[in-house]
């Protein structure tokens, strides 16, 4: 009889390369957990179906760093916020701008779309935040009471209030109806990142850079409990989608929480480091995180996943309505939030031919429209997504096939063994984390034996310009100087150069020499910052051997008295002290941080 295969329980799905410069914000679509837009330092939007290595659609118009995004439920519209202060939306289905919003001063550093009505919350850099109606393309209402940066706002569930959460340490609930503030959650001891809705209940919970995660009863306005002990700041918390817990994305882990009473039911290991946004979709919980500019993906399946102290949720109920499921069994009675009813749950697009809301031709939306496009990148799954061949059936689907999940067994450490590595694996074996490595079989639309001549190629490709730098360097040190052959790795620009070059540097402490130190330090910040592990381990191999022959020459001609007379060598040796120190310092900095 066969053993039936184990499979993990958590993964990590794919990682893209998302912009040309730096990723500054990213959101899945909360919906179908198979949406992913980003945007970048390079004033970009663009949009991911997860998953799929390719880009399906980017979206161009600000001129100024993206700094947030966010969907609208059915995931047709995008709102995206610049570093300027301006907030573009985009019709994906028409694939074209639809609204352009001035009025922020500063940064827009959250944003949200109303579940219901066509409004849009955006909150900034200089305190205020904004309700607008993307109908008429104005600000509603501006809501003033928070004296640091807005960094999360979020609606309720009934579409009634706003939450609020700010730098100033403080949770604020404002009513929409009524323009007001309801109320203030002080108790944050830093600053508070990110507040989420209890899906059903009158509930609200903050996640704080003081490591903790509070609960609010929203008719009460008092704390219910408090999550103390987190790993570090909390940026991204999901309510199970049935409200039984609480899921918190920390550095290295997923945790699960009860709040009555403050309680952890389980702790998963993802290695996902600073994850940013979280959804859920057939029992798996997706979770993307950004370094640089490379996305990344991970996969946790919640059927393995402790979700409350008693027996798990019949699947019968899961499928009822929100409204309508009975609360869970060690939960207090909470009031219901009442929805408006089906007619009104999606809202009513924009018909811009219209007589009541026909935009009046202006210089500024004819610069909108010339300045603002949705460049389609690929049409295969553009017209998939957006433009699907019946209203009924739309993908990504709502009931989406769950990820495939890899088999938790020996051979992954044997794939990890077979790779091949730099010297300095050896010396650093790499810890057997078994969440890291992704499903051994990739999803894609294109057939096996033209996909793996495509990577050949590219891989060939790769591996010959690194051959051609490899013999430039060789060159440089047949002829007995180092430090030529280390200044031409350098002038290549590809690290993977420098790491080899290093690798062999590192074996032998005697060649290392104060002037060699001047050039590598700068390396070695970016080897450091790098998302390979191999290039971390050779640039923390590299600095050890410079503190251990340098650092007290350095410190020691730092704090010597300036010579009398004039002594050329000795003023040379200064210099380049006072280089790798300004370079050490710098290198301390980004540790720190």
């Not at 999803?443 to 190629?457: I, L, M, N, Q």
Request: net charge neutral; charged share 25%.
């Amino acid at each position: 009889m066969a053993t039936p295969v184990v499979t993990k329980t958590a993964w990590k799905l794919q990682e893209i390369v998302a912009h040309a410069s730096n990723v500054s914000s990213l959101v899945l679509g909360k919906a179908s957990g198979r949406l992913l837009a980003t945007g970048g330092d390079d004033c970009r939007v663009n949009l991911w179906s997860v998953n799929k290595p390719n880009c399906i659609m980017s979206l161009t118009g600000h001129t100024s760093p993206v700094e947030s995004v966010r969907l609208n439920t059915p995931e047709e519209l995008i709102v995206a916020g610049s570093q300027s202060g301006s907030i573009r939306v985009w019709d994906l289905e028409a694939a074209k701008i639809l609204r352009t919003l001035m009025g922020h001063k500063a940064n827009i550093c959250s944003l949200d779309f109303h579940p219901y009505g066509e409004f849009v919350a955006s909150g900034s850099q200089d305190t205020n935040i904004k309700l607008w109606d993307i109908r008429r393309k104005g600000c509603v209402f501006r809501y003033r009471g928070h004296s640091q940066a807005v960094r999360c706002l979020r609606f309720s569930p009934d579409g009634k209030w706003l939450a609020s959460a700010a730098d100033d340490h403080t949770v604020k609930l404002w009513d929409l109806t009524a323009g007001k503030m309801m109320s203030e959650f002080p108790g944050h001891t830093g600053p508070v990142n990110v507040v989420e809705f209890h899906p059903n209940e009158y509930l609200l919970a903050s996640g704080s850079s003081d490591r903790t995660i509070r609960f609010w009863d929203l008719e009460k306005f008092q704390v219910v409990s408090c999550i103390e002990g987190e790993p570090g700041p909390v940026r991204s918390v999901l309510f199970n989608p049935d409200g039984c817990c609480l899921y918190s994305g920390c550095q290295d882990s997923l945790r699960v929480y009860g709040w009555e009473p403050e309680r952890c039911f389980d702790v998963v290991l993802v290695n996902w480091g600073k994850v940013a946004d979280l959804a859920i979709c057939n029992d798996q919980l997706i979770g993307v995180a950004f370094s640089q500019s490379n996305v990344s993906s991970y996969v946790v399946d919640l059927t393995r996943v402790t979700r409350t102290g008693t027996v798990a949720q019949d699947p019968v109920q899961d499928s009822r309505p929100l409204a309508q499921q009975p609360p869970h069994p060690s939960a207090p009675l909470r009031r219901i939030y009442e929805r408006p009813s089906t007619a009104c749950s999606k809202p009513q697009r924009v018909k811009q031919n219209s007589e009541s809301e026909r935009r009046s031709p202006s210089s500024e939306d004819d610069r909108d429209e010339r300045e603002s496009r949705a460049e389609i990148q690929n049409t295969e799954d553009y017209n998939e997504i957006f433009q699907p061949k019946n209203s009924i059936s739309r993908t990504p689907p709502r009931r989406s096939e769950p990820f495939p999940a890899p088999p938790e067994d020996d051979m992954a450490t044997a794939k990890e063994a077979a790779k091949p590595s730099p010297a300095t694996d050896v010396q650093f074996p790499v810890p057997n984390l078994e969440v890291l490595p992704g499903p051994p079989t990739v999803v894609t639309s294109t057939p096996a034996p033209k996909a793996e001549r495509k990577g050949h190629d590219t891989m060939c490709v790769v591996l010959t310009s690194r051959h051609k730098n490899l013999d430039t360097v060789w060159a440089a040190w047949t002829t007995g100087d180092i430090k030529t052959s280390v200044d031409s790795a350098v002038a290549i620009n590809d690290l993977s150069v420098v790491v080899d070059l290093l690798n062999i540097v590192n074996q032998k402490a005697s060649l290392w020499k104060l002037d060699l130190c001047t050039t590598i330090l700068p390396q070695i910040e970016k080897l450091l910052k790098s998302k390979y592990e191999s290039y971390v381990q050779t640039g923390c191999t590299s600095l050890k051997l410079i503190l251990k022959r340098f650092l007290p020459l350095i410190t020691d001609m730092l704090a010597a008295p300036p010579s009398v007379g004039v002594d050329i060598s000795r003023e040379e040796r200064l210099h380049k002290c006072r280089l790798c120190y300004k370079q050490l310092k710098s290198i301390s900095g980004f540790v720190k941080t």
